[in-house]
């Protein structure tokens, strides 16, 4: 599949992720922090949070992960170029959230790249 990079400015359909993905959330840390604190910092539009709960008990509880969908593919980039971020006074990290579906080659560029313990490992 040949991607094109010259698409910007036009409406954001292309391959590119506009989905992070959030480490290390932890009680204390709402929805609505997350959005803020993305809207704030990096003006954006978020579009969507989905902090990951366990559905089983009385208390649901985060699971140490969420989803944060933008509006806008640079403020993305930033974010993950960022990497650490601190809300509601809690450290977390954000990557790219790879697709659901596999197939675009260039959707887990870098994301093994930090493994390499493989070579002569013996």
């Known amino acids: 599949a040949v991607v094109s990079t010259q698409s910007t400015g036009e409406p954001s359909q292309h391959e590119k992720s506009q989905r992070i993905y959030l480490g290390?959330?932890?009680?204390?840390?709402?929805?609505?922090?997350?959005?803020?604190?993305?809207?704030?910092?990096?003006?954006?539009?978020?579009?969507?949070?989905?902090?990951?709960?366990?559905?089983?008990?009385?208390?649901?509880?985060?699971?140490?992960?969420?989803?944060?969908?933008?509006?806008?593919v640079d403020a993305v980039d930033k974010i993950i170029i960022v990497r650490n971020h601190e809300i509601a006074g809690i450290q977390v990290f954000a990557k790219k959230a790879e697709p659901k579906e596999g197939g675009y080659g260039g959707a887990y560029g870098g994301g093994y790249g930090s493994g390499g313990g493989y070579v002569g490992g013996y």
């Open 24 to 72: 290390k959330v932890r009680e204390g840390i709402t929805e609505e922090n997350v959005k803020e604190y993305f809207e704030a910092n990096y003006a954006c539009k978020v579009e969507n949070v989905d902090l990951i709960k366990n559905k089983e008990g009385e208390e649901p509880k985060l699971r140490g992960f969420g989803f944060v969908s933008f509006d806008d």
